[in-house]
């Protein structure tokens, strides 16, 4: 496996794991992907994308889940993952 293939593995795995915790908060917080997505201001498909692990989320939409779950940014970065 080359080196390019090694870092897009990573990647996949990451977004995964950040929507899992992105999941926990939510539940937390006691919001649902419709909640999150009116109060952030953007659509709920991509809040579910980031849910699924689909994509990685930009920072206007690491803005707006961060608002509409009632967390900073930051905490949305606060999980274990494991590099290799």
Do not use: C, W
Not at 48 to 64: F, N, P
């Amino acid at each position: 496996m080359t080196d390019f293939h090694q870092v897009e593995d990573i990647n996949k795995k990451y977004n995964i794991a950040f929507g899992a915790h992105l999941h926990d908060l939510m539940a937390r917080h006691g919001r649902d992907v419709v909640t999150v997505a009116s109060i952030g201001n953007i659509e709920q498909k991509q809040v579910y994308r980031v849910l699924k692990g689909e994509h990685a989320a930009s920072l206007r939409t690491i803005i707006a889940l961060a608002k509409g779950v009632g967390v900073k940014p930051k905490d949305l970065f606060d999980f274990d993952f494991d590099l290799e």
